[in-house]
């Protein structure tokens, strides 16, 4: 088959993300997608556009087309024909009967966020044996969440660029410790992490500084910041605003020695049985070493690559300020594997789950 006809003969493959959020994650379906030879597609709205978490990643070029609201979105997706849909974000009234609507003709993938609505919510019932759709999700825990209902594979999003990206400037003898993603404490448990950096502040050490996402106006984050600035903690303590674009996300992120979940089974139980946490994504991604509690470290198969907890979040942070940058690099040796492995391994699941719902394979080229 010659190059012009190799293109004809490619099949077209969609993924629709119509919320404002979660873009980061299809980075890592469209390089997999790319992998097994396919034409990829991604429906998004503007906003993700202009926010582009493709930025380093000009390797994968996808063909984007962008809308302006979450129906406009759909709207674009239930026009054309595909041989396969991946939705990203599989939750809401609209996006289900979008997907009801593809059904009738195109085979369909879900990625599930949050297992529990696969438990309650009757609105997936038609999904969960349907020949065509098969529920992804984002680490394995959620799927056994809801394994009695329906199976389901995983893809771990842990792929964000294909060249170098750039990191800030370094503070002398400092090591550096990230809270990503928005600032909200029914997701994080900032007042451990405040209790920690106090106690290192009152044993003298200054060799520290944290950097937390989702700088806003809100009122708990006034409450945070005030807290910082009163413990003398403000010289320690840098923010960013939220909403900020995936440049200068991706240039943070790639500037941490480690990445802060901040989520225990105590504090936020659903991050251990049916939902999974972006903070592990961006640590394995970006090779910043997680200093998380010992269950999360379990569930992620990070046990040996990350710096554990029960408790109190202060004897890790000891540990992680007292490891010398030989410990350090071989903590992302092992993290650098982890990354590989988990790419692998969704390459695998990713495939058979196409697979499962009869989407045939690319011709040859």
Known sequence: MNEAGARIARKRF?????YRRHDEVYLTTVSLLKQLGYDVHVF???RNRIKNSFVYAPGLKPRIRSRWTASGVLAAVRKERFDLVVFNTFEGSEVLSCAQDILRHTP????????SMICRLKEYEPYLEHPRCRLMVLAPHVAEHFAHLAPASTLTPVFFFDEPVPSIPRTTARRRFCVQGYFDPRRRHYDLLLKALKDLRGEG???????VMGRSFDRRFRDFARQVREAGLAAHVHYSWKGIGYRSYYRLLNSMDFILPLISPDSHPVYFQSKSTSSIAAAVGFNAVPVTHERLAQHYSLEDTAITYRTDLLPALRRALDCNDDELAAMRVRLATVRERCLTDSLREFSEAIAAVGAAQPAAT
């Open 108 to 115: 369909v993938l879900g990625l599930i966020h949050n297992g």
């Open 205 to 211: 050490r200054t060799d520290f500084e944290v950097y």
């Open 44 to 46: 998004n709205v503007w």
């Open 14 to 18: 969609a993924i629709v993300e119509c």
